[in-house]
């Protein structure tokens, strides 16, 4: 059974920086095209960045050039370093495969940006 689990939010002011890891258990992880998904109040779960096994990278517009998307594959582990954050990035951040679901969404991690 794959177990996702992320780490690694917080509250943060404007301008902040925080990075969120998720380890993944139960699958064959180097496979796979990871990704990272966003669902802030009322709205739709997104995918923000997603990054193939042999490390080529993808982003939603919202936050190209802000936010980058890493992966050690013998650590089972995915990262997402969030740079300049924005009020808007508040949202629950969750991983799982980017192209298809490797597993059931675990409890995500909690980013807040607020002054």
């Known amino acids: 059974q794959v177990q996702l689990v992320e780490s690694g939010g917080g509250l943060m002011q404007p301008g902040g920086s925080l990075r969120l890891s998720c380890v993944v258990s139960?699958?064959?992880?180097?496979?796979?095209?990871m990704g990272w998904y966003r669902q802030a109040p009322g709205k739709q779960r997104e995918l923000v960045a997603a990054?193939?096994?042999?490390?080529?990278?993808n982003y939603a517009d919202s936050v190209k050039g802000r936010f980058t998307i890493s992966r050690d594959n013998a650590k089972n582990t995915v990262y997402l370093q969030m740079n300049s954050l924005k009020p808007e990035d508040t949202a629950v951040y969750y991983c799982?495969?980017?192209?298809?679901?490797?597993?059931?969404w675990g409890q995500g991690t909690q980013v807040t940006v607020s002054s």
């Open positions: 990054i193939s096994s042999g490390g080529s990278t």
């Open positions: 799982n495969g980017a192209s298809s679901r490797i597993g059931s």
């Open positions: 139960g699958s064959i992880f180097s496979n796979n095209i």
